[in-house]
Every structure is written in structure tokens, then in C-alpha cells.
């Protein structure tokens, strides 16, 4: 059954009012290949009976599986690996000189999907930082959907997640065999917050944050949202902070309190500076 147009502008606002995401016309296939698995879960024998329910129904936790359902979770270990040869060539030494008195460190990564990122700046910090025993470094990770942080919280992966950008010796060094899967060591584990976190709400129990990586997630919403999350992102970063955005993502004509970090190869931004006159 092909979805109908009035089950297709319910989805698309239902996920834009609840979550910022943008559903472009003609991606009918898309709530029809993520939705039909759920409804059948669910119990339903069709979509078409499914999102009926939903539409009669006030927001529940039905409607959040729906949203959870139609995120896209793509990720990867040392995903678009630029930005993590910035942090360890430039940006990590430089926040180890500004933040040698005080000795805490802070890292986000917003929308983390199943975990592979903050393990990378968790095993990236491991590996090639030592120096940072003894200091109060926090990772915190967030993402929509509960259930990928189930995932993520789990540490757990497929033989193709691991085989996806991870070198081998951090597959090595910091993972367990655990049957056909790959355990990653309780002591990276340990390192990462996990929260479930909407960006388009509040952000109430965030500190002042060194580097947010917040890559591959504004492509999927409007301008206005785009630079309502951009404004929220700016009071978290320190005059040294940096943000990372996705390659195909920029600040520019969108919040003009950042500007792109000099000699970056990376898409990375920071508050604009100061100027001498």
C-alpha cells in the first residue's frame, strides 16, 4: 500500500513540529521502508492503519517511535577522519595549554547516534594523551532515540562496524571478541554521559563545553531551525572553544557568532574573536 498524501503531511509535521526534521517532497518510500517494520510490530496490518491510530491518538510514546524511526542513524568510527586529526594534532594540545590551571576538559558529542564517535575521542584521548590522567575530562554524547543509545550505552558492534573506519589497532587495544561481535573495553565505556536529548528543546543540564562535535545533523532541518540550535550552541563555548559541524554544513549566513577556525582543513568553527583595533 502506497502511502496516502494526508498520512505523508501528517509524518512530516509531526517530525518537524517534534523534532526540527525536514521530510522533502517525493520521500513517501521513505516513511513507507522505515514506518511498515514498526506498524507491523506494533500489531497493526497495515501503515495505512497504523498512522490512522496515531493521528486520533494524543502524543505518546507511539508518536516518539515514530520520530525514533524516521532519524537517520548513519555513523561511522573516525568518521570524515579530518576533523579528528584537528583535534589531535592542534586543537587537543592547544586546550591542554589554555586549560593547564584548572585541568578539566569537556567534550559533546550531539546526535552520537550508536556511539561510534564519542568512542573515537575516547580512544583518541587514551592513545595519544596520557598526559590527561589526573585530569577531570568529561564526554558527554546525546541523541534523540532511545533506542540507539541503548546501543551505544552497550558498547557493542557488528564485525562490518568495526571493519568501518576503525583502525586495527585500536580494534586491538581497546575491544573484546564477544562471539560473532566486538565488546569495547568497560574502561572506554566509562569515559561517555550518554543522555537522550532533543536538540530542538532545552538544553538545561549542559556545562560550558570545549569542543562540540554536532556533525551530519543540521542538513536535516530548516534555516530558522538551524539557527535557533547555532544560537544555543554559542553560549556553551568558551572564547577557546571549538564547534565541529559536518562538511557539507556551515555557520555562515546562519549565526553570525562563530567564524570558521583559521588553517582547518575540517569544518570547524569557533566564536568570532575579538578584534585589535
Same mark, same amino acid.
Given at each position: 500500500?502506497? !502511502?496516502?498524501r ?12 517534534? +523534532?526540527?526534521i525536514?521530510?522533502e ?10 514506518l ?9 496490518d ?20 515514530? /520520530?525514533? +524511526? ?5 555513523? =561511522?568510527?573516525?568518521? %570524515?577522519i579530518?576533523?579528528?586529526?584537528l ?11 589554555a586549560?593547564?590551571a ?13 556511539g ?5 575521542? +575516547? ?12 585530569w577531570? !575530562? ?8 532511545s533506542?540507539?543509545?541503548?546501543? +551505544? /550505552? ?7 562496524? !568495526? ?14 571478541? %564477544? ?26 543540564? =549542559? ?10 545533523v543540521? /542538513? ?8 535557533? /540550535? ?10 577557546n572553544?571549538? =564547534? ?31 578584534? !585589535?583595533?
Open positions: 500500500m502506497s !502511502v496516502t494526508t498520512d505523508f503531511e501528517y509524518v512530516r509535521n509531526l517530525i518537524h513540529q517534534r +523534532a526540527g525536514v521530510l517532497e517525493g520521500k513517501e518510500y521513505l516513511i513507507e521502508s522505515r511498515s517494520p514498526l506498524a507491523e510490530k506494533e500489531g497493526f497495515s501503515l495505512g492503519e497504523y498512522l490512522g491510530r496515531l493521528q486520533r491518538d494524543t502524543f505518546n510514546g507511539s508518536h516518539r517511535k515514530l /520520530i525514533h +524511526a524516521m532519524t537517520t542513524n548513519e555513523t =561511522l568510527f573516525f568518521r %570524515d579530518r576533523p579528528f586529526e583535534l589531535r594534532t592542534r586543537i587537543i594540545p592547544d586546550l591542554l595549554a586549560r593547564a584548572e585541568r578539566h576538559i569537556t567534550f559533546w558529542s550531539a546526535a552520537c547516534s550508536t561510534q564517535e564519542p568512542y573515537t575521542v +575516547a580512544m583518541m584521548l587514551r592513545e595519544y594523551f596520557p598526559q590527561l590522567q589526573g577531570n !575530562v568529561r564526554t558527554i554524547a546525546s541523541d534523540l532515540s533506542d540507539v543509545l541503548a546501543r +551505544a /550505552i552497550q558498547g557493542r558492534y557488528t564485525q562490518l562496524e !568495526v571493519n568501518r573506519g576503525l583502525p586495527v589497532k585500536f580494534l586491538v587495544k581497546y575491544f573484546t571478541r %564477544d562471539g560473532d561481535n566486538w565488546q569495547i573495553r568497560e574502561e572506554i565505556r566509562r569515559m561517555i554521559e550518554f543522555r537522550e536529548m532533543n536538540l530542538t528543546e532545552t538544553w538545561s543540564f =549542559l556545562p560550558k563545553i570545549d569542543v562540540i562535535l554536532m556533525r551530519n543540521l /542538513i536535516y532541518f530548516n534555516q530558522e531551525t538551524k539557527r535557533k /540550535i547555532l544560537r544555543k550552541v554559542a553560549p556553551l563555548l568558551p572564547a572553544g571549538y =564547534l565541529f559541524l559536518g562538511s557539507a554544513e556551515t555557520t555562515l549566513n546562519i549565526a553570525d557568532e562563530f567564524e570558521p577556525f583559521p588553517e582547518a582543513s575540517a569544518a570547524c568553527y569557533r566564536l568570532k574573536q575579538a578584534k !585589535v583595533p
